[in-house]
């Protein structure tokens, strides 16, 4: 098995909070991200496909193929985005790192192929990262 990834990147804004706790839990779970007028965070993103090669083309798959994928399926949908306001996945869910990195695998899942492994590593900061693989 081989595993083949291809980096990505994209900017939004988030607010991390529950509306059925208080102000005062909000801050002490959430701190700075319950921000209320949202804050941003630059997203960057490994997306790794992992399979046997294929023996006429040598690829696990082509990763032409998977950064079209990631620009339609993510970029387009998250990229300078209010990730409450303007993506649906995030309507009653926090947008914290472990669930953009669940929207994003549960978007691109369908588009690769069944026989292959696809594992999300999502950096919220460069220190602060996440990984998902269904
Ligand atoms: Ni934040």
Same mark, same amino acid.
Do not use: Y
């Given at each position: 098995m081989v595993k083949v990834s291809r980096k990505a990147n994209f900017n939004a804004a988030h607010r991390l909070y529950r *509306?059925?706790?208080?102000d005062e839990k909000n801050d002490a779970v959430f701190g700075k991200c319950n921000n209320p007028n949202y804050h941003g965070h630059n997203y960057d993103l490994v997306v790794s496909v992992t399979g046997?090669?294929?023996?006429?083309?040598? $690829? !696990?798959?082509d990763l032409k193929v998977l950064k079209g994928l990631i620009k339609e399926h993510v970029e387009e949908a998250?990229?300078?985005?209010?990730?409450?306001?303007? !993506? *649906?996945? $995030?309507e009653g869910l926090n947008p914290t790192a472990e669930n953009i990195a669940v929207v994003i695998w549960n978007k691109l899942r369908p588009h690769i192929e069944k026989t292959k492994t696809l594992e999300i590593v999502l950096y919220e900061t460069p220190r602060n990262f996440v990984t998902y693989s269904g």
């Open positions: *509306p059925d706790w208080s046997e090669i294929d023996q006429q083309t040598g $690829f !696990v798959m998250l990229d300078h985005k209010n990730l409450n306001k303007d !993506v *649906p996945e $995030f």
